[in-house]
């Protein structure tokens, strides 16, 4: 597999820190010592399938490819306005492309689960490229009156083109079933015979628990990554990670003990946008330079279930 295109769109909104202090107990000193997230992009006016969309387009612009040139649609996403269809169904029309398409909820991991998905497919299926799209809106999740968690997302959408290459050099997805560190139910349509309570709120989230959970699977699949490469941390030239706390890459970087200009950093300006935050921050360090011909990239992502996964992948764009 090889990443041939990438494209990201945000909200127009813009919501500082200092704009959370109208409304919450809480200090632009306090998020950003404690998260490094200096501000979010929110849905206010637009709709996540604009976003979708507009990142889907960008990623094929930047592949070079045109809707007939996309075989195959995955898109990653936790919540949208439709129960059903998917989103992939509900966007796959407005990009023009015409191939089987399906959704999938990993939390803030679906990029990583994704793109192995899409290895697999392009190995064992007759497919020119297969367009990735990460839209979430965890904006809408959260409660915005617990200052401990709604400062900590924002609303996004990252995309890849992947074609058949030979740049995936190791992958590992894992999944733990724990719940309580970080869950959301919605409440269904009644029914005539129901006889029993049902929950319909916000994310709950513990912090400390994710944290923790976060810092120890990312080391470990990090570990494993890198050995079933036969790859060591020095020659990984960036490590693009999920973008969810500094403290958290913070921690890992020190785990890898490798120079903190390795670790490139996008949460100060969007938050976590759960699965969108490694394609968007893709998107922004291939649009900007900073990606080289025969680079090695190692992701690693973490996120409710408990999901995680990571990658070791050549950049030959
Ligand atoms: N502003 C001011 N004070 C706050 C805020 C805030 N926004 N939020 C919490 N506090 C207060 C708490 O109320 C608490 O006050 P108290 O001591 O009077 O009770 C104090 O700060 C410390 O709270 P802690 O929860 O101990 O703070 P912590 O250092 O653990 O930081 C945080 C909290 C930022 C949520 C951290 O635990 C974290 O980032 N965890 C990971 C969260 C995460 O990544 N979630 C998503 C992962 S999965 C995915 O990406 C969807």
């Not at 799209?133 to 904006?139: D, I, L």
């Amino acid at each position: 597999m090889r990443i041939i295109g990438t494209g990201s769109a945000h909200p127009s909104l813009v919501v500082t820190n200092k704009m959370l202090e109208n409304f919450l107990d809480t200090s632009d000193e306090w998020i950003v010592s404690r998260t490094g997230i200096e501000q979010r992009r929110l849905i206010s006016s637009e709709s996540l399938e604009d976003l979708a969309v507009e990142s889907a387009l960008k990623a094929m612009e930047n592949a070079g490819v045109v809707p007939d040139d996309i075989d195959f649609l995955i898109v990653s996403n936790v919540c949208n306005d439709y129960v059903t269809p998917s989103l992939s169904c509900v966007i796959q029309g407005e990009l023009g492309i015409k191939c089987p398409c399906f959704d999938i909820n990993c939390a803030c991991s679906g990029f990583i689960y994704a793109l192995d998905i899409a290895e697999s497919f392009l190995a064992t299926k007759d497919l020119r490229n297969i367009l990735i799209v990460c839209a979430e809106q965890p904006g809408r999740m959260v409660d915005w009156k617990d200052r401990a968690q709604c400062v900590l997302f924002g609303d996004g959408a990252g995309s890849v083109v992947v074609t058949k290459g030979d740049d995936m050099k190791a992958i590992r997805l894992n999944t733990v079933s724990k719940v309580d560190p970080l869950w959301q139910k919605r409440a269904m349509q009644p029914t005539p015979f129901l006889r029993k309570e049902e929950h319909d709120g916000p994310l709950v989230m513990n912090g400390q628990d994710v944290f923790k959970l976060a810092v120890s699977s990312s080391i470990d699949d990090i570990e494993k990554v890198l050995s079933k490469a036969n790859i060591s941390a020095e020659d990984i030239d960036l490590f693009v990670l999920h973008q969810a706390n500094i403290r958290i890459i913070d921690a890992i970087r020190h785990f890898s003990k490798q120079d903190k200009s390795k670790f490139p950093v996008n949460i100060n300006k969007y938050g976590n946008t759960s699965s969108a935050t490694i394609p968007i921050l893709l998107d922004e360090l291939n649009r900007e330079g900073k990606l080289k011909n025969g680079d090695l990239l190692l992701m690693s992502a973490f996120g409710a279930g408990f999901t995680t996964g990571a990658c070791i992948l050549r950049w030959s764009k």
